[in-house]
């Protein structure tokens, strides 16, 4: 908790407002979690793992691209069907890059909820509670900045695998669309919002996979639930006719809207990675989500004794 200290004690005597200073103590928190993360070799082996993806990527797959059109292609050296199709290579770009996001948002979410899932019981498990708790900074400021120290451990890595994916595109094929670059901040929304379920989670329960099925399941409610909201055939086949499909019906639309729109994140991911037009409803749609459990976690952190 150094940082915190020199940023709360070294800015002390100083004039500056109320809020300067919660950014002081917000930044030697996400600071503090960052270095956590390297020293218990979290963020280095998180980093291995993707560059041992981005090698792969850059040495596995060969390609001949004649006039545009992609002529062949090979897989760990053995060459690959492709019906002796012309393949525009704009459309090989967007299918990989849909494929990479596909893989980002399918493993990636899911690995980085259980990456961070210990940072908030850690914090407040008995001993670390009332050591963290004693430092001049209020408890809000401190859940606050150790959420933001997880999103930017996590936020690296996407950085670096959407960036480098994005690279080895561009050395291989010429192009490489901004849009995959928007698609991976998506995801990393995707991971925020559903993240603070498992803040919530570690808050009350003091336990790190509780706390990271938690999110894990905010993340997956959003998948279940949206055919029931989307679909109307859906309702008839689940719900019986009259008071029962009413009943279902306003149970589902409830919980549509309650929890993260994981479906829609995804599928703006999937338009923004073939560089088509995206609506950024579902996103406004899950900030409420994660608003109130950061609200709760704050409520329920500030009443608990530790």
Not at 118 to 146: C, F, K
Not at 235 to 253: N, V, Y
Request: glycine fraction near 10%.
């Amino acid at each position: 908790m150094n940082e915190t200290r020199t940023a709360v004690l070294g800015y002390a005597n100083n004039n500056i407002s109320q809020a300067q200073l919660i950014s002081y103590q917000i930044r030697g928190l996400v600071a503090y979690t960052v270095r956590e993360s390297f020293h218990r070799w979290t963020l280095v082996t998180y980093l291995i793992g993707i560059t041992f993806f981005l090698v792969l990527l850059s040495t596995a797959v060969n390609l001949d691209i004649v006039e545009g059109t992609l002529a062949s292609a090979r897989l760990f050296g053995q060459n690959l069907e492709i019906g002796g199709q012309e393949i525009p290579v704009d459309n090989f770009v967007r299918w990989f890059q849909v494929g990479i996001i596909t893989i980002l948002y399918s493993i990636g979410v899911l690995l980085a909820l259980f990456l961070t899932c210990n940072h908030i019981p850690t914090m407040v498990r008995e001993g670390w509670g009332g050591l963290l708790i004693a430092q001049p900074v209020s408890r809000s400021t401190l859940l606050l900045g150790r959420a933001c120290g997880s999103v930017t451990v996590i936020s690296i890595g996407v950085t670096y695998l959407v960036v480098g994916s994005w690279t080895v595109l561009r050395i291989k094929t010429g192009l490489g669309s901004t849009g995959f670059l928007f698609a991976g901040l998506i995801i990393l929304l995707v991971y925020s919002i559903c993240y603070s379920a498992t803040i919530l989670a570690g808050i009350i329960t003091r336990n790190g996979p509780v706390s990271g099925m938690a999110g894990l399941m905010a993340w997956i409610a959003g998948h279940v639930i949206y055919p029931f909201h989307a679909y109307t055939e859906w309702q008839a086949l689940a719900f019986s006719p009259g008071w029962r499909r009413q009943a279902g019906t306003a149970l589902a639309e409830s919980l549509y809207w309650t929890f993260p729109k994981s479906q829609g994140m995804w599928q703006v991911a999937v338009a923004a990675a073939q560089n088509e037009p995206v609506s950024f409803l579902p996103i406004l749609y899950s900030i409420p989500f994660a608003i109130l459990c950061m609200f709760l976690a704050c409520w329920w952190f500030a009443r608990s004794d530790y």
